[in-house]
């Protein structure tokens, strides 16, 4: 017949054989008959004739039976191997039970395709012209040609080697290897052979999709209406316990550290920060930027909008939790013109005052620490620590402070505010700037005025002359 009468049959023929038995059983003897395709010599005919047999077997089994799939890639193995348990698929930890079950080639796995995508919410067609398919979601675009595998993923022209495929074409379905399904979406999946399980689920080290944008805004603003409500157990089930960044631990020793925001009226200005890297290299941890607005407390002057930095990564069930939560910059509103109008201070008061804060700029011109802190409430606890601060400023810079402008702002029950306008001159570096700040003063029970530790305030820093910025007209 077609065999020699050495029983060979040469590989062009093999070749014929294959393009008459069409998609399907090239899809089932893909690796072996490429790997003969690929010999110069001859293949033995009756290792074509068992090929040729099986195909023949599977055919009329699939003709036999309505509801398998075209494509049976379990029954061809069936054949020469024991029976494997089948794999299972996870899609945002919901199994879910595909068209056809997963495979395994070349040393990897691979997934149907279309049943992924559906369960994710793209929008699946099939152009049967060109023999082209495509699956679009609010992120990704993915096309496949179906005659060769040649992919385009989200405008990407994606190659696809026959020999190591990333996408299987033929018959009723098409398969993808996990490498190619996490570039296609933008999703991680995990294999775990010891289970035979397939996990498809969030990506932690690539750039959120807008679906997480969306989950990561809601657990922020979640947990902010927590932070309103007093409800301490709803925004601690939003941190991350497992986080590098302790902040739970934080938390539940300076509860204060989130209770300050308690009495904002909006937050808005979401938006994460791309490519973000953390200060160790990793790219798990993702930043959004927020603007929270303050209005005034008791005993506070100015309203405020406290620009923060929110950390989240997602938990070990992959929702979205908050790692850490800082203020990088506050800025106070309209403080030059709440702050014009001076308070009414009996003359002794002013004075002394007035006094103290001069005693105050010039120990700082004089880098005297001892005088400095003379002019301070040693009552408060954490005056070693500001102590220890000023050794280390006066040893990093000479600088030269002027008050170009002092007023007292508020007065009532044994303490004031300050309003002072400085200019600061580091003559080290030749950088000039002025500074806008609040202090708070309060007076001791022996009529003495000190400077309170924890009540200093800078609204402003403007930046008069930096050498180490170049004049555009120069």
Known sequence: MYFDKNNHCPPKFAQSIMNGMGNFSRMIFSERIERALGQPNYIRGDEMKS???????????SLGMVTTPLLNWNTAEAASSPAKKTIRVYVNNKE????SAPIERYGRVYVELRSVLKTLGYTLSYDDKKKMFSAVSEDKTIKIDLKSGKSNLSGE??????????????????????????????????????????KVHKSRDGEPLKADIRE???????????????DSKGYLSLINKDSDYEFYEELMSEPTNLSKYAGYTSLDNLTLVPGYMSADGTTTVKKINANINIPKGPGELLD??????????????YKWAIDYVETEDTEYVNY????????????????????????????????????VIGTMNTDSSNIKEVKNGLFRIFALSDLEIKIESMSIVSYANNSATIYL????????????????????????PDGTWRIALDGSVQLEEEVLHDPSQKDPSN
């Open 96 to 99: 879910i039970h595909p068209s």
């Open 421 to 444: 306008i400085q200019k600061n001159r580091y003559t080290d570096y030749g950088l000039e700037t002025r500074n806008y700040t609040l202090h708070k003063v309060i007076k001791l």
């Open 157 to 198: 022209a994606f190659p696809n080697n026959p020999k190591d495929p990333f996408v299987i074409t033929g018959g009723a379905s098409t398969f993808v290897d996990l490498e190619f399904l996490d570039y296609a979406t933008g999703l991680e999946t995990d294999w775990d052979k010891a289970s035979r399980t397939v």
């Open 336 to 371: 030059k013109e709440v702050l014009k109008k001076e308070a009414e201070v009996p003359e002794a008061d002013k004075t002394a005052i007035r006094a103290v804060l001069d005693a105050f700029i010039k120990a700082l011109n004089d880098r005297n620490v001892e005088a």
């Open 51 to 61: 090929k040729m047999m099986k195909y023949i077997l599977i055919t009329f089994l």
């Open 304 to 317: 405020r909008v406290e620009h923060l930095g929110i950390y989240m990564e997602l938990d070990k069930n």
């Open 216 to 230: 990561m805004n809601a657990v922020i603003k979640k947990m902010f209406k927590s932070i309103k409500d007093g």
